[in-house]
């Protein structure tokens, strides 16, 4: 199945789970409302956060839904895109569980801008695949709006499991690094993230002097430029899922200068 249709098959399946639309009388509220019995996605959150108008839900209201969470802004941009793109986009809807296209398309602009140009399709591709795709264990900020296989939420349960997301994002921006140094027991947590993300590249991207990139690894003055990158004052988990997604770009920094001093070396 070619990517394009893999995404008409998702734009079908949630126009199908908005038909399962039926109208029941809630005396809480003394008026009729909606509820679902979806098989694919959670519509309800879906709704919530794209302010989707549930009684005229068409299918190319479907396509523009799925079009954004494969990191697009509408669904002709799909027809358009690069087999690179395509690539990238498939990924990242079946990697929502890991990282948002909003967390990934942030990621990207500050890589960009850090370094000065527009990377091509290629580029985030790799990029992507040797940070997520290959990764286990990160978890997006955001929400996976898929049900799992077999899954099907009552309305109530959907109420519920989203409102534990919107609860549980609240909660954690309340927590926020407003001042540098850091506390003895963030920079310790801190740096264990850090070091093990650094020994997962190590494993994935095999640099060619390992012992030198270990040499030149200093996880402390690494922790210090993240935080120069996204300013303060910043969400406490989310300062740590970017020492997570910019040591990708650093540890490649670290490799070509290792290469360096190998080469010399010899």
């Not at 087999?83 to 890589?111: R, T």
């Not at 990139?213 to 300013?231: A, C, M």
């Not at 969400?235 to 540890?251: C, I, K």
Request: glycine content about 4%; hydrophobic content about 40%.
């Amino acid at each position: 199945m070619t990517t394009i249709n893999y995404f008409k098959l998702q734009a079908k399946n949630l126009h199908k789970d908005f038909k399962t639309q039926k109208s029941y009388f809630d005396p809480n509220y003394d008026r009729n409302l909606n509820e679902y019995t979806p098989t694919f996605f959670d519509v309800d959150a879906l709704a919530l956060d794209f302010d989707i108008e549930k009684d005229n839900f068409t299918l190319m209201n479907a396509q523009h839904c799925i079009a954004k969470l494969a990191g697009f802004t509408k669904w002709n941009e799909i027809l358009k895109a690069s087999p690179a793109a395509l690539e990238l986009s498939k990924l990242l809807f079946d990697n929502m569980h890991k990282v948002s296209a909003s967390e990934w398309n942030i990621y990207i602009s500050i890589q960009e801008d850090e370094n000065g140009f527009i990377f091509e399709d290629e580029l985030k591709l790799d990029i992507f695949k040797n940070l997520f795709a290959k990764t286990n264990g990160h978890q997006s900020n955001g929400y996976d709006y898929r049900l799992s296989k077999g899954e099907e939420l009552s309305n109530e349960n959907q109420s519920i499991k989203h409102k534990k997301i919107q609860i549980g994002k609240k909660n954690k921006a309340v927590v926020q690094i407003s001042t540098l140094p850091l506390l003895k027991a963030d920079l310790k947590e801190f740096i264990a993230v850090a070091n093990w993300k650094f020994e997962e590249l190590m494993q994935t991207m095999e640099p060619n002097f390992p012992d030198l990139v270990h040499k030149l690894w200093n996880p402390e003055q690494y922790i210090d430029e993240v935080f120069e990158q996204s300013g303060l004052p910043i969400d406490r988990d989310y300062a740590l899922s970017l020492v997570e997604s910019f040591l990708v770009h650093h540890f490649i920094t670290l490799s070509v200068e290792a290469d360096e001093q190998g080469m010399k070396l010899n």
